[in-house]
């Protein structure tokens, strides 16, 4: 929610671009906030950009129209017959672009071990001695 994605058209000659997402899930492409692009496009890539309304819910499926007339009609419809052109039809999910943390555990300090510690202290006293014993001796 509250955020952009951003959808490329590749488009053939000129016409009429019209897309509808339904963000609510009810089925249909009705509500005002469904309507997310009516404009003239020409020939080449046309970048669109949508705002996802607060109201979607992360994950949930989404169902999208884009409709591409010859040219700017009377009134666009997401719906009904649409002399001159072509319809598509897509489902997509919209998901979180961060990384979310699902778990977190910690394991308690557990001490070292006393024979452990003790074979370290020892180990570290014949290492000292033989430093000492080996640079003594020059």
């Known amino acids: 929610p509250d955020n ?8 053939t000659g000129r016409g009429f671009l019209a897309g509808w997402m339904d963000w609510d899930g ?7 906030s469904e309507l997310v ?3 003239t496009v020409t020939d080449g890539v046309t970048q669109i950009t949508v705002n996802i309304p607060p109201t979607y819910t992360t ?14 009609p009377s009134s666009v419809a997401a719906v009904g017959l649409g002399e001159g052109g072509e319809v598509e039809d897509h ?9 979310e943390l699902m778990s977190l555990s910690a394991l308690a300090n557990k001490p070292l071990p006393l024979s452990r510690f003790l074979f370290l202290v020892f180990s570290g006293l014949i290492m000292y001695a033989w430093i000492r014993d080996r640079y003594s001796r020059r």
């Open 37 to 39: 692009i009516s404009q």
């Open 91 to 99: 489902v997509w999910q919209f998901g979180p672009t961060s990384v």
């Open 4 to 11: 952009t994605i951003h959808l490329t058209a590749t488009i």
């Open 26 to 32: 009810d089925n249909d492409f009705n509500d005002v």
């Open 59 to 72: 994950g949930r499926t989404v169902q999208a129209r884009f409709r591409l007339y010859d040219a700017q």
